[in-house]
């Protein structure tokens, strides 16, 4: 009973989720509103006037006048909003008013038939209830589509009519009661039915209007989408849509396609294709999409995504192209890949494109490749003395060297950061590799001409691994490539060396080293400093000492400094071992009772960091040491590595009292520059010219410039190497000032460190013995 109550006031009730439904039923209702008054008033005055003579006048014309004025204030209204289109709200709100007048309506003019009745012969009686039948239908119809007002005057009507006629007991009238209930409901049927059309048909406008809508947005969106898109037809693959975009790019491109972009519709895809039948094959068929394809067009490169349109049954609409004009972009890729794999000053490969070529010979059948690892010799010295830019015209000239020796295309060179290059060549034996290495060396080492027409001479170092000889993979080939090109450095530069199993050993004996010397550092065991005594020739007092570093091995005894110093400087710990000569030659200097000065060399590694002024400030105050009887020796190489911010550590360490010595003078470059470009207090003549003044006049004309240089510019002069009586008479004759050398003295340590030194000689004599 609940659901069938339920049932029944859904039927009767005016459904409000469907706004669309709601205007819709407002706007039928609106357009028979008018015919359903006429025929409902007309039908009225012809039945009073036919109850005119029968009936008093009150019921034929009080209650008719009083009806047809209702009638007319509701057309009035209507004749006032015909034409304005309500909101949902306002629908809804009319169409409960016409349930509400339908009710007052039907119920008015059926009490008012009913009072008719008594009135009158059979023939009246018979119009009254043709009149109530007839009225009821075209209400019924004229309200069918608000289907709640039209089951009110339905069930109202017709159920009163049907109880009121079967209640007079006439057969004629039951009969007229029968009829009238299964027309009723037959009309029950119908106007369900018709509702019930009537709103899928109301829903479906509705649906097909939102699609249209979001078509119609969707081709708006479409037209303003910053991607130019085009369909096609699926049989003729004919253009049969272009947005604005596509229009645009047409225009840019028109002078390289045979129509022109006001023609584009219509016209088949064909024309941004010379060879256009695998084009159509992809298009024809759905399954082929979605594709992408890059088309070159003249000049220009295009990007296609080509994709399908399906129907909601799935068949095939055709396909849809966005594209663009790419030409910029792919130039952008190019220069990318370019920028990735390249390197942008010499266009060689650069290292990561070398070791994946590298990996990928490693990975083919046979034996090979071979590696040549390519180091320059004296490109820093070019690059720091003449500026980066002659540095790079230097580099992209070694690079087009490399190109014209290794021009075989199977060979592949690379730039793999700074001076160091690599050719990678696919052979199985190492004679071709030193062949071309030779060949190599011979062409870097030529003069290059740069602007200016000056010239510049370089050289270069080699080493060779062979696959898999010296390693089966890219990492290893290389490693072992370098320790050869190190053993090549090492054998005077220059030249070339094959990677052998006793350079790896070496290499590995200097990492040893380099850790035995931190941990000699950090304990402060088995290093010593020596003193080497310097001379006035005139007077024969010692005027100042050298401090020198010696070190102690634990296994192999007493270490060269020429092989320790430059295990200190590559491993990075010559800052802490400067600092600790520093530190220990001022501490003993300041407790010597002749007050000789104390001569300290610095490495060019301590040199242009700003931590060797605080370093030497440091040793001065700690010890006590005066300033005048420190002397800082610094070698020419060495102000060369930062020539600017050197010659600034220099003279702080002068200002402060400091003496500074240009050590090692004629063996390096632009030795006269370095004197005018700083005041030095002492310069101190290699010992390669000393030992060989005595026999080679050309040394001793060397000796004597300098000697006679000093004395114009006031600077001492000391000879090193003197160890001969000849020695120092030739250096006293060529005027030297002071002198340095074993005839004087060999270094020695100094008092508190001799007998520990002396027991470590012991030990050496006994390591030395086994």
């Given at each position: 009973?609940?659901?069938v109550?339920?049932?029944v006031q859904?039927?009767?009730?005016?459904?409000?989720?469907?706004?669309?439904?709601?205007k819709?039923?407002?706007r039928?209702?609106?357009?028979?509103?008018?015919?359903?008054?006429?025929?409902l008033?007309?039908?009225?005055?012809?039945?009073?006037?036919?109850h005119?003579?029968?009936?008093?006048l009150?019921?034929t014309?009080?209650?008719?006048?009083?009806l047809?004025?209702?009638c007319?204030?509701r057309?009035l209204?209507w004749?006032?909003?015909?034409?304005?289109?309500?909101?949902a709200?306002?629908?809804?709100?009319a169409?409960?008013?016409?349930?509400?007048?339908?009710?007052?309506?039907a119920l008015s003019?059926?009490a008012?038939?009913?009072?008719?009745?008594?009135?009158?012969?059979?023939?009246?009686?018979?119009?009254?209830?043709?009149?109530?039948a007839?009225?009821?239908?075209?209400?019924?119809?004229?309200?069918?589509h608000?289907?709640?007002?039209?089951?009110?005057?339905?069930?109202?009507?017709?159920?009163?009519?049907?109880?009121?006629?079967a209640?007079?007991?006439?057969?004629t009238?039951i009969?007229?009661?029968?009829?009238?209930?299964?027309?009723?409901?037959?009309?029950?049927?119908?106007?369900?039915?018709?509702?019930?059309?009537?709103?899928?048909?109301?829903?479906?406008?509705?649906?097909?209007?939102?699609?249209?809508?979001a078509?119609?947005?969707?081709?708006r969106?479409?037209?303003d989408?910053?991607?130019?898109?085009?369909?096609?037809?699926p049989?003729?693959?004919?253009?049969?849509?272009?947005?604005e975009?596509?229009k645009?790019?047409?225009?840019?491109?028109e002078?390289?396609?045979?129509?022109?972009?006001d023609?584009?519709?219509?016209?088949?895809?064909d024309?941004?294709?010379?060879?256009?039948?695998h084009?159509?094959?992809?298009?024809?068929?759905?399954?082929?999409?979605?594709?992408?394809?890059r088309i070159?067009?003249?000049?220009?490169?295009?990007d296609?995504?080509?994709?399908?349109?399906?129907?909601?049954?799935?068949?095939?609409?055709g396909?849809?192209?966005?594209?663009a004009?790419?030409?910029?972009?792919?130039?952008?890729?190019?220069?990318?890949?370019?920028?990735?794999h390249?390197?942008?000053?010499?266009g060689?490969?650069?290292?990561?494109?070398?070791?994946?070529?590298?990996?990928a010979?490693l990975?083919?059948?046979?034996?090979?490749?071979?590696?040549?690892?390519i180091?320059?010799?004296?490109?820093?010295?070019?690059?720091?003395?003449?500026g980066?830019?002659?540095?790079?015209q230097?580099?992209?000239?070694v690079?087009?060297?490399?190109?014209?020796?290794?021009?075989?295309?199977?060979?592949m060179?690379?730039?793999?950061?700074?001076?160091?290059?690599?050719?990678?060549?696919?052979?199985?034996?190492?004679?071709?590799?030193?062949?071309?290495?030779?060949?190599?060396?011979?062409?870097?080492?030529?003069?290059?001409?740069?602007?200016?027409?000056?010239?510049?001479?370089?050289?270069?170092s080699?080493?060779?691994?062979?696959?898999?000889?010296?390693g089966?993979?890219?990492?290893?080939?290389?490693?072992r490539?370098?320790?050869?090109?190190?053993?090549?450095?090492?054998?005077?530069?220059?030249?070339?060396?094959l990677?052998?199993?006793?350079?790896?050993s070496?290499?590995?004996?200097?990492?040893?080293?380099?850790a035995?010397?931190?941990?000699?550092?950090?304990?402060?065991?088995g290093?010593?400093?020596?003193y080497?005594?310097?001379?006035?020739?005139?007077?024969?007092?010692?005027?100042?000492r050298?401090?020198?570093?010696?070190?102690?091995h634990?296994?192999?005894?007493?270490?060269?400094?020429?092989?320790?110093?430059?295990?200190a400087?590559?491993g990075?710990?010559?800052?802490q071992l400067?600092?600790?000569?520093l530190?220990?030659?001022?501490?003993?200097?300041?407790?010597?009772?002749?007050?000789?000065?104390v001569?300290?060399?610095?490495?060019?590694?301590?040199?242009?960091?700003?931590?060797?002024?605080?370093?030497?400030?440091?040793?001065?105050?700690?010890?006590?040491?005066?300033?005048?009887?420190?002397?800082?020796?610094?070698?020419?190489?060495?102000?060369?590595?930062?020539?600017?911010?050197?010659?600034?550590?220099?003279?702080?360490?002068?200002?402060?009292?400091?003496?500074?010595?240009?050590?090692?003078?004629?063996?390096?470059?632009?030795?006269?520059?370095?004197?005018?470009?700083?005041?030095?207090?002492?310069?101190?003549?290699?010992?390669?010219f000393?030992?060989d003044?005595?026999?080679?006049?050309?040394?001793?004309?060397v000796?004597?410039?300098?000697?006679?240089?000093?004395?114009?510019?006031?600077?001492?002069?000391?000879?090193?190497?003197?160890?001969?009586?000849?020695?120092?008479?030739?250096v006293?004759?060529?005027?030297?000032?002071?002198?340095q050398?074993?005839?004087f003295?060999?270094?020695?340590?100094s008092?508190?460190?001799?007998a520990?030194?002396a027991e470590?000689?012991?030990?050496?004599?006994?390591?030395?013995?086994?």
């Amino acid at each position: 009973m609940k659901q069938v109550i339920q049932r029944v006031q859904g039927f009767m009730s005016i459904p409000v989720d469907n706004p669309e439904l709601l205007k819709a039923q407002y706007r039928a209702f609106s357009r028979q509103m008018p015919l359903m008054y006429l025929i409902l008033l007309s039908s009225t005055w012809a039945v009073a006037l036919t109850h005119l003579p029968v009936a008093p006048l009150w019921l034929t014309g009080g209650i008719p006048g009083v009806l047809t004025l209702v009638c007319a204030v509701r057309v009035l209204h209507w004749w006032k909003s015909r034409r304005t289109s309500p909101t949902a709200e306002g629908a809804l709100r009319a169409l409960r008013q016409v349930n509400y007048l339908a009710f007052g309506i039907a119920l008015s003019f059926t009490a008012w038939s009913f009072l008719l009745f008594p009135y009158g012969d059979a023939y009246t009686r018979s119009h009254l209830a043709f009149y109530m039948a007839i009225t009821v239908i075209s209400c019924i119809f004229s309200l069918m589509h608000l289907r709640s007002a039209a089951l009110i005057v339905a069930m109202l009507v017709n159920g009163a009519f049907i109880a009121f006629f079967a209640a007079t007991g006439q057969p004629t009238f039951i009969a007229t009661a029968v009829n009238i209930a299964f027309v009723s409901i037959g009309m029950l049927v119908i106007i369900n039915i018709n509702y019930r059309d009537f709103a899928r048909m109301i829903n479906a406008q509705t649906e097909a209007r939102r699609r249209e809508e979001a078509q119609t947005r969707l081709l708006r969106m479409i037209d303003d989408m910053p991607v130019a898109v085009m369909t096609v037809e699926p049989d003729t693959l004919n253009i049969n849509y272009a947005n604005e975009t596509s229009k645009r790019l047409i225009c840019l491109i028109e002078h390289l396609l045979p129509i022109k972009a006001d023609a584009l519709l219509g016209t088949s895809i064909d024309v941004f294709h010379k060879h256009p039948a695998h084009q159509r094959r992809l298009l024809a068929n759905p399954a082929n999409l979605p594709h992408n394809a890059r088309i070159n067009l003249g000049s220009e490169v295009l990007d296609l995504k080509v994709s399908a349109i399906m129907a909601d049954d799935g068949s095939y609409l055709g396909p849809m192209l966005t594209w663009a004009i790419v030409t910029k972009e792919v130039e952008a890729e190019r220069r990318i890949r370019q920028l990735a794999h390249y390197d942008t000053l010499t266009g060689l490969a650069n290292r990561i494109t070398f070791s994946e070529q590298m990996e990928a010979n490693l990975a083919a059948p046979g034996n090979g490749p071979g590696l040549l690892f390519i180091d320059l010799d004296g490109f820093k010295l070019v690059n720091d003395t003449r500026g980066h830019r002659v540095g790079d015209q230097l580099l992209q000239q070694v690079a087009d060297r490399l190109r014209i020796v290794c021009n075989d295309p199977a060979m592949m060179i690379g730039r793999l950061g700074g001076d160091e290059f690599a050719a990678l060549i696919q052979c199985d034996d190492t004679p071709p590799l030193e062949n071309l290495a030779a060949r190599i060396i011979d062409a870097l080492s030529s003069p290059y001409t740069l602007d200016h027409n000056r010239q510049i001479q370089i050289g270069a170092s080699i080493g060779i691994a062979l696959a898999p000889m010296h390693g089966n993979t890219g990492e290893a080939l290389l490693a072992r490539a370098d320790i050869a090109l190190y053993a090549a450095k090492a054998a005077g530069k220059g030249t070339y060396r094959l990677f052998s199993d006793d350079m790896e050993s070496k290499i590995q004996e200097r990492v040893r080293m380099q850790a035995k010397l931190r941990t000699s550092l950090q304990t402060r065991k088995g290093l010593f400093v020596f003193y080497q005594p310097i001379v006035d020739v005139r007077s024969g007092k010692v005027t100042a000492r050298e401090a020198l570093i010696r070190w102690h091995h634990p296994q192999h005894g007493w270490i060269s400094p020429g092989e320790f110093i430059p295990v200190a400087e590559q491993g990075g710990l010559i800052e802490q071992l400067g600092e600790f000569v520093l530190n220990t030659a001022c501490r003993e200097a300041a407790q010597w009772e002749d007050g000789a000065c104390v001569a300290v060399n610095i490495s060019a590694a301590q040199l242009g960091k700003g931590t060797l002024v605080p370093v030497v400030l440091e040793a001065l105050t700690r010890t006590g040491l005066p300033p005048n009887r420190l002397e800082i020796e610094v070698t020419e190489t060495a102000m060369l590595e930062d020539e600017h911010s050197g010659i600034g550590d220099l003279r702080l360490i002068r200002d402060m009292g400091v003496r500074v010595a240009l050590d090692d003078f004629g063996t390096g470059y632009s030795s006269l520059t370095h004197l005018r470009a700083f005041p030095f207090d002492k310069i101190k003549i290699d010992g390669s010219f000393v030992k060989d003044a005595v026999e080679r006049p050309e040394s001793a004309a060397v000796v004597s410039a300098i000697a006679d240089l000093g004395k114009r510019l006031g600077v001492t002069t000391v000879a090193e190497g003197v160890e001969t009586e000849a020695h120092l008479q030739r250096v006293i004759d060529e005027g030297c000032t002071e002198v340095q050398g074993y005839f004087f003295g060999r270094p020695e340590p100094s008092a508190k460190d001799a007998a520990a030194v002396a027991e470590l000689n012991k030990v050496t004599t006994r390591i030395a013995a086994a």
